[in-house]
Structure formats: structure tokens, C-alpha cells
């Protein structure tokens, strides 16, 4: 295989690993975080890889349309991942007002002591 070939060749897998991570996160909540981390390594692997290739040589035209399809998947990728992120954030905050919720409705109970004539209360 020439090195147009390989690294042609390493796009389209990119190109793959982009669409399956789409489909992925388009199960919305339920999507395999598992299977979102390995997508994500794998993706970071490809990039690392052509990094180290020289750019392929050929048409530009065609170059160009094939990095900016990349760019494109990239972008809405990036856009829906911000997007469980901020929910995420909403759903950590509901359960940490929730968890403030119910500590203060059930409070630790007080232990009260007669001592001199006084109460005296005690918390634990």
C-alpha cells in the first residue's frame, strides 16, 4: 500500500469511528458510556497517527472536501457532547439540592441530658 493509500485510508476509518460515535450518542440516555470512551480513544488514536504521516498527496479538491466532512463531524460531535455535558451538570445538580433536601428533613437526632437542674441538649 502507498502512502496516499494509508493515509486515505486512515480518513475513512476516522471517518467510521465518527459516524459510529454519532449513533452512539444519538441513543441518547441510553448510550453506553463504555462504548463513547473506547470511540473517543480510538478516534484520538487515528488523529495521533495521521499526525505523524505526511498530508496525502493527490487531487486538493478532493482533500479539502474530505477534511472538511471530517470538520463537519467533528463540530456536530463536539456540539451534542457539550450537549449531555450541560445535562449532566443539571441532573448532578438536582441530586445535590435533592441530597441537601432530605439531610435537613431528617436531621440527626438530639440527645437531651438532665444535669444541675438544666437540659442540656447534645448533638451527635
Known amino acids: 500500500m502507498s502512502g496516499k493509500e494509508d493515509v486515505l485510508a486512515y480518513y475513512q476509518e476516522l471517518e467510521k469511528c465518527y459516524d459510529r460515535l454519532a449513533q452512539v450518542l444519538a441513543a441518547g440516555e441510553a448510550s453506553d458510556p463504555g462504548a463513547i ?5 480510538e478516534s484520538e488514536r487515528i488523529i495521533a497517527a495521521l ?36 445535562k449532566t451538570a443539571e441532573a448532578r445538580s438536582l441530586v445535590k ?12 437526632p438530639q440527645k437531651t441530658r438532665y444535669k444541675e437542674g438544666k437540659f442540656i441538649d447534645r448533638k451527635k
Not at 439540592?97 to 440527626?108: F, L
Open 97 to 108: 439540592k435533592g441530597r441537601q433536601a432530605v439531610s435537613a428533613y431528617y436531621s440527626a
Open 37 to 41: 470512551e473506547e470511540l473517543a480513544a
Open 51 to 86: 499526525a505523524g504521516m505526511a498530508p496525502p498527496e493527490g487531487e486538493p479538491g478532493e482533500i479539502m472536501a474530505r477534511l472538511t466532512l471530517l470538520q463537519e463531524k467533528a463540530g456536530s460531535l463536539l456540539t451534542q457532547l457539550q450537549g449531555e455535558l450541560e
